[in-house]
């Protein structure tokens, strides 16, 4: 018997496929998880900023008493350190040059103009309360529309007009459009709101004498970037930095860039040779982090008389707010947006102009869906809509112009290559489950409540671990190529992993132990993973785009598929027989009735190396990798997602009376970790739906900012979830997985907006077509229908 033949049941208790419980949860839920805020440093100094009250206004003067000196610092005084660049080289492009401390002018309420030090946060806030900052008004733009209509200054110096970048698509689109026999338009919003992670931003840094050098902690998804953003704007060379990222509380998107905060403790640190530490408040997150989904959508569809697409024709309006980031520039959404609006479906004829405007607010982040959620939301909605012109069941409609599974591998209108897959199972499944005939009949009885109940599907696909090639067509300054691993038998047996992703939720720690487990037989108690140190991890440029599964969790099976030989040849000396006839299992080398552990392999090799010939020659038992899958076009995981809501017309509340998931994530490393993901995805997806909006006034100044005007979903707003999963490994990955980690959030709007519009048909309600569904909007369509029908009498 050879290693891949160990029967999969017994490789199954721990390995790909297995439920084991979260390592990590062990310290979570006893508190004993460490955070930049959990670190205590002698002689550290606490920092707060002095944020900008005013949107647009021009800096004309800023005061301070002499004696703050060395205690308040703005940007002139930061002379060695850069802005923020935001590069890319696609040609319709305006980059943004973002100061550490805002230089000139701001841009946006929240920017930060001034920092304090002191030994406690509340006495760096008093100082700011001495620091004068003197402004004249600009011009607020405080929407896509006004920023586009500017007269005035424009957002940044040298710019043509307010906007970062236009992409544009035309795939014969007139052609297909001509013979089309229905076409159905909708103009689709989602609001812009923040990503509120538990745990804001949170940045220490210090100078670590021994090693000389700088070490920043951080709380972010890419510690290796920040390690090299951070010597690139503080003109440092990279190996005098060091970037730690301890336990993260949520990222989602929100901690995968290089922050102004980020610099600005990094360039203290660098000059006093000191600790220094940032915590973002709540209220800071609220304003300073108000940043994602405002996309605005004119929307039609061309089909035939049964509902069948023949093409899609859409201008998306983004809101990219005041600045481009770094590395990942704001050309990112517009281009997912572009990219993924035609979703799952065969239509061939397609043309999109994407505009993505500079307004005075806080600059976009890719959150959690980047801009998938957004097109899911119109390209379902706007199904629904097709569905009710042509008089069919929206799932029926959809179900027709799905990608067939016999069509896969398949490149769609957008040029995306579905790997693999079945989109029509996934979405029958999901009808089945959520039971559509009985909702039917239930709606023609009538609830005894006086409430109105409908149903919603969504079908969507999941683009993830995308690598070099996509990234390389946007131009940015860092393009993800091959992620690492090494690994490592230690002495007692056991085996520790690095990798250069980090974990911040996902269960990585647990997940990749068991990658790692499925190889080599090592139980996953003694696999210990190791991340989110620039010093003990192999680069990698980070966690996002629900890559690491497939890049590091490919990078460790390749890496212990390489241990494995040699393992196996020491074990087959100190045991007397061939290499080959060696198996690993549960922590112990197995070969013809004779059995030792791992414990005697690794203490033969570091320890007694007299147990073993002369002329072994094995390479060592520790072995790096590098890995990106065959094809980097990505993976494209893809659900249904279903629901039933009810919908109470005299008080606009909306309640979601079941929600089912089928989702297909390739091969599924732990099935408890994927449900997890997609339940959490699926509570953001309802706060996006339903609840969570960030409103600006026409001055620009934010109107939700503390948590009683910024609304979030609790767990009484989250229904139970049924997922049921799909199984179709990716040709392309290394053993079939693809990325999970965002889907979740992609289809809660789409599927409770389809649902809420289908339960007001026949109430003449207008149709719902903005996020958050709040009560007022549900009233107020209602209320225009009321309005129509006293009107026409
Ligand atoms: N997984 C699995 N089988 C698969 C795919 C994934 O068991 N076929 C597991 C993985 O091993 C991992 C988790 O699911 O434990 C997510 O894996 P993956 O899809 O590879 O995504 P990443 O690990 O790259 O995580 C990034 C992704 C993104 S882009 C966002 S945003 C997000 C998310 O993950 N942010 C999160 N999930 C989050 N979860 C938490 N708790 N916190 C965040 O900030």
Known sequence: MDQTEIPARLRKREGIGARVLRKEDARHLAGKGNFVGDFVIPG????????????????????????????????????????????SSLPTYQPSLLPPLASGKVRFVGEAVAMAIAPKRAVAEDLLEQVHVSYEELPVYHDSWSALAAEGELMHTGWKDNVFLTLRADRDFDELAAKAEVKVSRTIEL??????????????????????????????????????????????????????????????????????????????????????????????????GANTRQHHYQVTAYADRTGKVLALDAVITIDGGAYSYWPFFIGLEPGQALGNLPGPYTFRGYRCETVCVATNKPGFMPYRGVARTGVCFAIELLMDALAREVGREPWQVRMENLVPADQMPYVNVANKHFDSGDFPKSLKRAVEMIGVEAVRERQSRGEPDGRRIGVGTATYTEQSAHGTSVFATWGLPVV???????????????????????????????????????????????????????????????????????????????????????????????????????????????AGGKSISLADVGRAWYLTPQELPSNVHLGGLEVSRAYKPKVDTGTFTYASHAAVVAVDTETGHVEILDYVVVEDCGTIVNPMIVEGQTIGGIAQGIGTAMYEESPYDDQGQPLASTLADYILPGATEVPRIRIDHLETPSPHTEFGAKGVGEGGAIAPPAVIFNAVNDALQGTGAAELLMTPLTPHRLLTALGASQREQEGTK
């Open 480 to 590: 993800p190529g091959h992620d690492q691993a090494s690994v490592k038998l230690t002495a007692d047996g056991g085996l520790e992993v690095r990798v250069g992703v980090h974990s911040h939720g996902q269960g990585m720690e647990t997940t990749f132990a068991q990658i790692a487990h499925d190889v080599l037989g090592i139980p996953v108690e003694r696999i210990r993973v190791v991340h989110g140190d620039t010093a003990l991890t192999p680069f990698s440029s980070g966690t996002y785009a629900s890559r690491a599964t497939v890049m590091s969790g490919g990078a460790i099976s390749t890496a212990c598929k390489e241990l494995l030989p040699r393992l196996q040849a020491i074990a087959g000396h100190l045991m007397g027989v061939e290499p080959q006839s060696v198996v690993l299992l549960e922590g112990r080398a197995l």
């Open 44 to 87: 550290m100094q606490e920092v707060a900023f002095l944020r900008s009250p005013l949107a647009h206004a021009t800096i004309t003067g800023v005061e301070f008493p002499e004696e703050l000196t060395g205690q308040v610092f703005l940007r002139e005084m930061m002379a060695d350190a850069a802005d923020i660049g935001s590069p």
């Open 191 to 288: 609001s812009r709101q923040c990503i509120v992670p538990m745990e804001g931003k949170s940045v220490l840094a210090y100078w670590d004498f021994q090693a000389d050098q700088l070490v920043v902690v951080s709380a972010t998804q890419v510690p290796h970037l920040v390690r090299t953003g951070v010597a690139q704007h503080l003109h440092m060379p990279e190996e005098a930095v060091r970037v730690v990222s301890p336990d993260v509380g949520g990222g989602f998107g929100y901690k995968g860039m290089l922050y102004p905060e980020d610099l600005c403790i990094a360039w203290l640190a660098k000059t006093y040779r000191r600790p220094f530490r940032y915590l973002e408040d709540r209220r800071e997150h609220l304003i300073v």
